[in-house]
Each structure stands twice: as structure tokens, then as C-alpha cells.
Nanobody, 123 residues
Framework: QVQLAESGGGLVQPGGSLRLSCAAS????????MGWFRQAPGKEREFVAA????????YYDDSVNGRFTISRDNAKNTVSLQMNSLQSADTAVYYC????????????????WGPGTQVTVSS
């Protein structure tokens, strides 16, 4: 099993930046593809970004491509999401997920989730 804990959320003005981190413990971190998802009030959880277990492949939703960057450090068991040029539409609870298998953008295929961290973009 893998335990995940997100951090780094908060309140930021439009155009600002935040860096989210997800710390993993338990099973061997490098065995898992990792992803970031978000869920706004009244909406379903949606894909944001994903990274392969080696870090060699990354995937982004069109809405964040060019603004967000996902990365991982297998030595530190962490995955991060650098978010730039934030917009009000980015306001949501952000979750990191771990999948024992190929990288995917489908939330239902992830095996473990963290409790989430709130990101609010507002002036």
C-alpha cells in the first residue's frame, strides 16, 4: 500500500503561482505512475497531469498545458505540481494519486489517493 499526503495549497491571486507537493510512504514509490487531479464544488474529479514511474513521460490536460509542470523525485518519494499563471477556473481541491501500472489520465484507474489540498485563486 501507498500513503499519500498533499501540501502547498492556499489562496493566490490570478496570475500567481503555487507549488503543490505530494509525499508518498509505504510501498516502493518508483513502482507507481503518479497523477494530479482536481475537483471543484459540484463537479467531478478531473485529470490535471500525470507522470510515468521513471519521470520520462508526462501528460497534461489541455486546460493546464503550458502553465503547469509535473515532476517527481524518486529518491525523496515526492511528486510535485508547479502551477503558474493561475486562473479562477483553477480553484479546486487538488489530489495526488498513485497507480501501480501504466500512466493514465483516468481517475478510476488510480489505486491510492491523498486527502487533497485546497487551491483558491481569487483577488
Amino acid at each position: 500500500q501507498v500513503q499519500l499526503a498533499e501540501s502547498g495549497g492556499g489562496l493566490v491571486q490570478p496570475g500567481g503561482s503555487l507549488r503543490l507537493s505530494c509525499a508518498a510512504s509505504g510501498d516502493t514509490f518508483r513502482n507507481y505512475a503518479m497523477g494530479w487531479f482536481r475537483q471543484a464544488p459540484g463537479k467531478e474529479r478531473e485529470f490535471v497531469a500525470a507522470i510515468s514511474w521513471t519521470g520520462g513521460k508526462t501528460y497534461y490536460d489541455d486546460s493546464v498545458n503550458g502553465r503547469f509542470t509535473i515532476s517527481r523525485d524518486n529518491a525523496k518519494n515526492t511528486v510535485s505540481l508547479q502551477m503558474n499563471s493561475l486562473q479562477s477556473a483553477d480553484t479546486a481541491v487538488y489530489y495526488c494519486g498513485a497507480r501501480f501500472g501504466p500512466t493514465t489520465t483516468s481517475a478510476i484507474k488510480y489505486d491510492y489517493w491523498g486527502p487533497g489540498t485546497q487551491v483558491t485563486v481569487s483577488s
